[in-house]
């Protein structure tokens, strides 16, 4: 039965939710509070919490088609993409997740339904196959005994992988967290293509293909490799929406279902090409589909983390559009097409669209430009070979600084009947790899030291010291009842007054004190799902899981962070009316030093406008505005304006915070009363973090004054440094530069002077070596600047000839060489380079008739000066 991909869809949703699930929304692409990968990568990583036990929803079955990217971290399909039939960066996975409530057998029996049913998918049995762990024996017998699968059609698999549950069919999330055993259901696309079943030799062939994952979760995975059991054993699948779609469209790659046939012809059509089966359509319209999602999500390129992978994703489709011919941006042109292909999913996009088309053509122009720059260096590598094979280092120099294509620099090198050091490249991509690894931010901490289940009451609203129980004691990630003086913990109290680190805010500091003396000394604050937990050093005493404690806030600090929080929320507001609603928070962090806040804006913030922003919210702070809160629903919230962010997760109830009539958001942190208590706010700088991304660094209160006051000092300091007042500064420091001008003008014209006076002197020293003439000479005493006047002016009196420079200057050598263009197709510059660059160990480059040279063994120049007859010599045989 064909159904399209959105009838697809929606039929798989309405299924399960006949079924008594809630229909949940896809997430984010960008995972909340979750440092163990990279990008939302399956449909279960936002209901994490709950199978870890750590949250529960007024629901306990749940079904969705959660927007997914693999192409960083422990799942990446990248290199695949484009060259098989089924790999994607980004695809939608359609899911259904039991929380304690049913388990294998009735995950088993409503996947069989959907697929088997004719009133649902309506696959032939005959044609399915299923996988189960290899010491699953209760799935394996539900598969037979109450489906009734043939025991010839149900494989048992084992750890495939290299090591305990490492197993195509034991399923986890990342290298940490819940997981489980899983039962696979292939389809068999029939004889007529090549590969076997699952388990056996053959099967990577793309007859069998893998459509639904059922994973039964019933543990937590330590990273030394321990499976702690979950509160309460719970179903989460998967089912990739591309796949299925193939399978009932009867079709044997996801690139020929209906979406992507669309998509590949607007690539086409963008790119202007014909031919619908080549594969850099294929990438190209994979990737289109990554990176609109990503950072309508976002996410905006840089060099770092999932920034990175945004930009690695779209220099590879600028990459294969470069190979068909494409010199220009055309990513930003599929932004439309994608929106009407995809339909509802892509909502977001749409709200974003200039936002998204903004960001793809800037960083595709700057792509361009390096890969440009790329070919540019590749060839004067190639100019400066020695040998017939162009060095592996070099080339991964290329790719890793440039994203220059291996296969491009390859077939360059054909070209030319030479070699490529391919053994070279893969070391040094090893090594680079291994650095990665090395210095990855994404940690397992989280899961591993702080499974918590206990729950803590923040009140530090209305207080900043209270009484509280002490629940939980943590040294070196392990519980103990007991904590001693010197000890390092973290320490989790029933109730706490101490906020944790969250939405920007650092977490609180301060001392949790008994009555018997003992003191700890809390450093930082954090939360751990619902509990609390305090890190600090017990200075003295002995503490006990169990003992009342007095839980003391530093009063000071916290007053300091309120204001800068909240000074916070009045230039998000003061940034939205002055420069457009698309303004959007990308990231802040307030201390009690300073507050930083990222936003979205695609150009710098000029002085005039930093200044209005100061002005604006300054103003607000004089109208002393009262900060109230209130809980309400979601919905309610958002109708009545408050500002959320799109990459938060938000429960059913939020916390919403009013100043006065000027700014409404979800907020859970701390603030003060009213604007007036901010006192002053003042911005110290504005500069860019990524494409299209903004920030800006405050201070407020006192910081304010004393950073005025400062300022202040400064300008009177320099008023009597150039004999001024400050109403005159100014005008005084303008007169300053111009005298300055005019002395530089003088020196250039001295400069030009000795220059000619010194070049006319050398003239006479010139040789002639067969038949060529050379002007060699160590000037002392110049300026490196200075011998390009010379050259200029030798070049004009001698029509043909070689003439060499050299001097030194702060230990240091400079060296220019020009040789007449009626020479070059003898002796070139860039060939002399070579030869001085290697003597003062230094390097250069240049053209054939210009080159000049760097060296830092100035003690070398002498000897390398005179060689350049001998070696001249040589060349002219």
Same mark, same amino acid.
């Given at each position: 039965?064909?159904?399209?991909?959105?009838?697809?869809?929606?039929?798989?949703?309405?299924?399960?939710?006949?079924?008594?699930?809630? *229909?949940?929304?896809?997430?984010?692409?960008?995972?909340?509070?979750?440092?163990?990968?990279?990008?939302?990568?399956? &449909?279960?990583?936002?209901?994490?919490?709950?199978?870890?036990?750590?949250?529960?929803?007024?629901? +306990?079955?749940?079904?969705?088609?959660?927007?997914?990217?693999?192409?960083?971290?422990?799942?990446?399909?990248?290199?695949? @993409?484009?060259?098989?039939?089924?790999?994607?960066?980004?695809?939608?996975?359609?899911?259904?997740?039991?929380?304690?409530?049913?388990?294998?057998?009735?995950?088993?029996?409503?996947? !069989?339904?959907?697929?088997?049913?004719?009133? !649902?998918?309506?696959?032939?049995?005959?044609?399915?196959?299923?996988?189960?762990? +290899?010491?699953?024996?209760?799935?394996?017998?539900? !598969?037979?005994?109450?489906?009734?699968?043939?025991?010839?059609?149900?494989?048992?698999?084992?750890?495939?992988?290299?090591?305990?549950?490492?197993?195509?069919?034991?399923?986890?999330?990342?290298?940490?967290?819940?997981?489980?055993?899983?039962?696979?259901?292939?389809?068999?696309?029939?004889?007529?293509?090549?590969? $076997?079943?699952?388990?056996?030799?053959?099967?990577?062939?793309?007859?069998?293909?893998?459509? !639904?994952?059922?994973?039964?979760?019933?543990?937590?995975?330590?990273?030394?490799?321990?499976?702690?059991?979950?509160?309460?054993?719970?179903?989460?699948? $998967?089912?990739?929406?591309?796949?299925?779609?193939?399978?009932?469209?009867?079709?044997?790659?996801?690139?020929?279902?209906?979406?992507?046939?669309?998509?590949?012809?607007?690539?086409?059509?963008?790119?202007?090409?014909?031919?619908?089966?080549?594969?850099?359509?294929?990438?190209? /319209?994979?990737?289109?589909?990554?990176? /609109?999602?990503?950072?309508?999500?976002?996410?905006?390129? +840089?060099?770092?983390?999932? +920034?990175?992978?945004?930009?690695?994703?779209?220099?590879?489709?600028?990459?294969?559009?470069?190979?068909?011919?494409?010199?220009? &941006?055309?990513?930003?042109?599929?932004?439309?097409?994608?929106?009407?292909?995809?339909?509802?999913?892509?909502?977001?996009?749409?709200?974003?669209?200039?936002? *998204?088309?903004?960001?793809?053509?800037?960083?595709?122009?700057?792509?361009?430009?390096?890969?440009?720059?790329?070919?540019?260096?590749?060839?004067?590598?190639?100019?400066?070979?020695?040998?017939?094979?162009?060095?592996?280092?070099?080339?991964?120099?290329?790719?890793?600084?440039?994203?220059?294509?291996?296969?491009?620099?390859?077939?360059?090198?054909?070209?030319?009947?030479?070699?490529?050091?391919?053994?070279?490249?893969?070391?040094?991509?090893?090594?680079?790899?291994?650095?990665?690894?090395?210095?990855?931010?994404?940690?397992?901490?989280?899961?591993?030291?702080?499974?918590?289940?206990?729950?803590?009451?923040?009140?530090?609203?209305?207080?900043?010291?209270?009484?509280?129980?002490?629940?939980?004691?943590?040294?070196?990630?392990?519980?103990?009842?007991?904590?001693?003086? &010197?000890?390092?913990?973290?320490?989790?109290?029933?109730?706490?007054?101490?906020?944790?680190?969250?939405?920007?805010?650092?977490?609180?500091?301060?001392?949790?004190?008994?009555?018997?003396?003992?003191?700890?000394?809390?450093?930082?604050?954090?939360?751990?799902?619902?509990?609390?937990?305090?890190?600090?050093?017990?200075?003295?005493?002995?503490?006990?899981?169990?003992?009342?404690?007095?839980?003391?806030?530093?009063?000071?600090?916290?007053?300091?962070?309120?204001?800068?929080?909240?000074?916070?929320?009045?230039?998000?507001?003061?940034?939205?009316?002055?420069?457009?609603?698309?303004?959007?928070?990308?990231?802040?962090?307030?201390?009690?030093?300073?507050?930083?806040?990222?936003?979205?804006?695609?150009?710098?913030?000029?002085?005039?406008?930093?200044?209005?922003?100061?002005?604006?919210?300054?103003?607000?702070?004089?109208?002393?505005?009262?900060?109230?809160?209130?809980?309400?629903?979601?919905?309610?919230?958002?109708?009545?304006?408050?500002?959320?962010?799109?990459?938060?997760?938000?429960?059913?109830? *939020?916390?919403?915070?009013?100043?006065?009539?000027?700014?409404?958001?979800?907020?859970?942190?701390?603030?003060?009363?009213?604007?007036?208590?901010?006192?002053?706010?003042?911005?110290?700088?504005?500069?860019?973090?990524?494409? &299209?991304?903004?920030?800006?660094?405050?201070?407020?209160?006192?910081?304010?004054?004393?950073?005025?006051?400062?300022?202040?000092?400064?300008?009177?300091?320099?008023?009597?440094?150039?004999?001024?007042?400050?109403?005159?500064?100014?005008?005084?420091?303008?007169?300053?530069?111009?005298?300055?001008?005019?002395?530089?003008?003088?020196?250039?014209?001295?400069?030009?002077?000795?220059?000619?006076?010194?070049?006319?002197?050398?003239?006479?020293?010139?040789?002639?070596?067969?038949?060529?003439?050379?002007? *060699?000479?160590? @000037?002392?005493?110049?300026?490196?600047?200075?011998?390009?006047?010379?050259?200029?002016?030798?070049?004009?009196?001698?029509?043909?000839?070689?003439?060499?420079? $050299?001097?030194?200057?702060?230990?240091? @050598?400079?060296?220019?060489?020009?040789?007449?263009?009626?020479?070059?197709?003898?002796?070139?510059?860039?060939?002399?380079?070579?030869?001085?660059?290697?003597?003062?160990?230094?390097?250069?480059?240049?053209?054939?008739?210009?080159?000049?040279?760097?060296?830092?063994?100035?003690?070398?120049?002498?000897?390398?000066?005179?060689?350049?007859?001998?070696?001249?010599?040589?060349?002219?045989?």
């Amino acid at each position: 039965m064909h159904k399209s991909t959105i009838e697809i869809r929606q039929a798989f949703l309405d299924f399960f939710k006949s079924k008594g699930h809630e *229909v949940i929304a896809s997430s984010s692409l960008v995972p909340t509070n979750d440092t163990t990968i990279l990008f939302t990568n399956a &449909g279960m990583n936002q209901f994490k919490n709950i199978f870890l036990g750590q949250e529960k929803r007024k629901y +306990s079955r749940a079904t969705s088609a959660q927007r997914c990217v693999r192409a960083g971290g422990k799942h990446n399909d990248l290199e695949k @993409v484009g060259y098989t039939a089924r790999h994607h960066t980004f695809f939608e996975m359609l899911g259904n997740f039991s929380f304690g409530d049913y388990f294998k057998k009735e995950a088993i029996t409503f996947a !069989w339904e959907l697929l088997t049913s004719p009133q !649902w998918f309506n696959l032939p049995q005959e044609r399915l196959l299923v996988t189960v762990y +290899s010491t699953d024996h209760e799935s394996f017998d539900i !598969w037979e005994k109450d489906i009734g699968i043939p025991s010839i059609r149900i494989i048992r698999i084992g750890d495939n992988k290299g090591g305990p549950y490492a197993s195509d069919n034991f399923w986890q999330m990342s290298e940490t967290g819940p997981c489980g055993p899983c039962s696979e259901i292939f389809f068999d696309h029939g004889e007529h293509i090549a590969g $076997g079943p699952p388990g056996s030799l053959s099967a990577d062939g793309d007859r069998y293909v893998e459509i !639904w994952n059922l994973v039964f979760m019933q543990f937590n995975r330590q990273s030394n490799g321990n499976l702690l059991l979950l509160p309460e054993p719970s179903v989460d699948t $998967g089912m990739g929406l591309e796949r299925i779609t193939a399978v009932l469209q009867n079709v044997h790659s996801n690139y020929n279902i209906d979406i992507f046939t669309q998509l590949i012809q607007s690539v086409a059509q963008v790119v202007g090409i014909t031919d619908f089966k080549n594969i850099s359509l294929h990438v190209i /319209a994979d990737h289109i589909r990554s990176c /609109a999602f990503l950072i309508a999500d976002g996410v905006l390129p +840089s060099n770092e983390n999932r +920034s990175y992978v945004l930009r690695r994703l779209i220099r590879r489709a600028v990459r294969h559009a470069y190979n068909l011919g494409v010199r220009q &941006g055309f990513l930003f042109k599929l932004v439309g097409p994608l929106i009407q292909i995809m339909g509802a999913v892509s909502h977001e996009i749409q709200r974003q669209q200039n936002k *998204v088309e903004l960001t793809l053509k800037t960083e595709e122009e700057q792509c361009i430009k390096i890969l440009e720059r790329g070919l540019s260096i590749l060839e004067g590598e190639l100019n400066q070979l020695s040998d017939d094979t162009m060095p592996g280092e070099v080339l991964f120099r290329l790719y890793d600084t440039f994203g220059f294509p291996m296969e491009l620099a390859e077939d360059i090198c054909y070209q030319r009947n030479l070699k490529i050091d391919k053994s070279g490249f893969m070391h040094a991509m090893q090594i680079q790899r291994q650095k990665a690894r090395n210095a990855n931010t994404f940690h397992t901490e989280f899961i591993e030291r702080f499974y918590l289940t206990e729950t803590s009451e923040f009140q530090g609203y209305q207080f900043l010291m209270l009484r509280a129980v002490i629940i939980l004691i943590i040294i070196n990630g392990k519980n103990v009842d007991t904590i001693h003086t &010197g000890q390092n913990g973290v320490i989790v109290l029933g109730t706490t007054p101490f906020y944790p680190e969250g939405g920007g805010q650092i977490g609180d500091n301060g001392t949790l004190e008994s009555c018997h003396n003992a003191n700890f000394i809390v450093s930082d604050t954090k939360r751990y799902s619902q509990a609390i937990g305090h890190h600090g050093l017990l200075t003295n005493g002995t503490l006990h899981v169990g003992e009342e404690i007095v839980a003391r806030v530093c009063e000071e600090r916290r007053k300091c962070i309120c204001i800068n929080h909240s000074a916070t929320h009045l230039l998000q507001a003061a940034l939205r009316l002055l420069l457009g609603q698309h303004v959007q928070q990308k990231g802040s962090l307030i201390n009690e030093k300073i507050l930083r806040f990222d936003f979205s804006h695609d150009k710098a913030i000029t002085q005039k406008e930093i200044h209005q922003v100061e002005m604006i919210v300054n103003q607000q702070i004089r109208r002393n505005l009262l900060i109230k809160t209130d809980t309400m629903e979601l919905e309610e919230a958002i109708s009545r304006g408050a500002m959320a962010l799109f990459s938060e997760t938000y429960g059913q109830y *939020v916390r919403v915070l009013e100043m006065g009539d000027f700014s409404i958001e979800l907020c859970g942190g701390t603030h003060v009363e009213r604007t007036g208590n901010i006192g002053l706010f003042c911005i110290l700088s504005e500069s860019g973090t990524a494409a &299209g991304v903004r920030r800006i660094e405050a201070i407020t209160g006192e910081e304010a004054l004393l950073h005025i006051y400062n300022q202040k000092k400064k300008l009177s300091e320099i008023c009597q440094l150039v004999k001024t007042n400050p109403s005159q500064i100014q005008k005084k420091i303008t007169t300053l530069i111009q005298h300055t001008d005019t002395l530089e003008k003088n020196i250039k014209k001295l400069h030009n002077q000795q220059a000619i006076h010194e070049s006319r002197l050398l003239i006479p020293q010139a040789i002639t070596i067969k038949g060529v003439t050379l002007l *060699v000479k160590n @000037v002392k005493n110049i300026e490196p600047k200075v011998l390009h006047i010379m050259i200029d002016h030798l070049k004009n009196h001698c029509n043909s000839a070689i003439i060499v420079l $050299g001097t030194i200057a702060n230990s240091r @050598v400079s060296l220019i060489i020009s040789v007449s263009t009626d020479l070059t197709n003898r002796i070139k510059a860039t060939d002399l380079v070579q030869y001085l660059a290697h003597q003062v160990s230094g390097k250069g480059g240049g053209s054939p008739s210009l080159a000049h040279v760097g060296g830092i063994n100035f003690t070398a120049l002498p000897m390398a000066l005179s060689n350049i007859k001998l070696w001249l010599s040589d060349q002219l045989r």
